[in-house]
C-alpha cells in the first residue's frame, strides 16, 4: 500500500470518489481542502481531508476521513491517519481531530492520537496526535465513557464493551 499527501488547502487538491464506495465522497471533491491518500494497486482505498485550525495557526485539523467499503476494518484508516499525521505534524506543530463515535476514537488512538479532555459543541471529542505523549489509560477511559451515554449502533457499542476497562491500544508505525 502506498500513501500520499497531494497537497495542503493552498495547493487546492481535487479528489472525485465513487459517493457509492465512500463515505463524505462529496468533501474530497472541495479545494478547499488539503487531502492525503492511501493507495492500493494504485487504486485509492482511503483518503483524508484536513485544513489549517483557524484558531491556532500552529495546528491543522482533519477534517473528514474515509475508506472504500470493502476495505473497511483492515487498518487502511489508521495508517492513513498516521502517515498524514506524522507528515503533518512536522509542517504544522500540532494536528487535531474531533470523533464522534467509538470505532473512530479507537482507529484515532491506535494511529498515535490522544483525548486532550475536550470536546467540540458538536458532541465530538477532540484528540491531539500525540504517538510518544500523554497516552494514559485514564484519558482514553475518560474518553470512552463520554460515549456510553449515547445512543450508539451494535458495532460501537461492542467497541466500548471491548475495551471498558483496558488501556490505549500500542500505535502502529508510520507506514514507508
Known sequence: MEFEILGDEADGPTLELD????????????SSTGKSVARADGDVVGAVA???????????????????????????GTRLLRFTA???????????????????????????????GQETGIAELLLSYSPDGDRSTEMFQTGLQTFETRDLPEAQRAVLADHSDGEPPPVVDVPA
Open 86 to 116: 506524522a507528515t503533518l505534524a512536522d509542517w504544522y506543530g500540532r494536528v487535531l481531530i474531533a470523533v464522534n463515535n467509538p470505532i473512530a476514537y479507537q482507529a484515532c488512538y491506535r494511529a498515535g492520537f490522544a483525548f486532550t
Open 19 to 30: 459517493y457509492r464506495e465512500f463515505a463524505y465522497a462529496g468533501k474530497f471533491v472541495m
Open 50 to 76: 484536513f485544513s489549517e485550525d483557524h484558531s491556532d495557526p500552529d495546528a491543522v485539523r482533519l477534517r473528514y476521513v474515509t475508506v472504500r467499503e470493502d476495505r473497511r476494518g483492515e487498518g487502511v
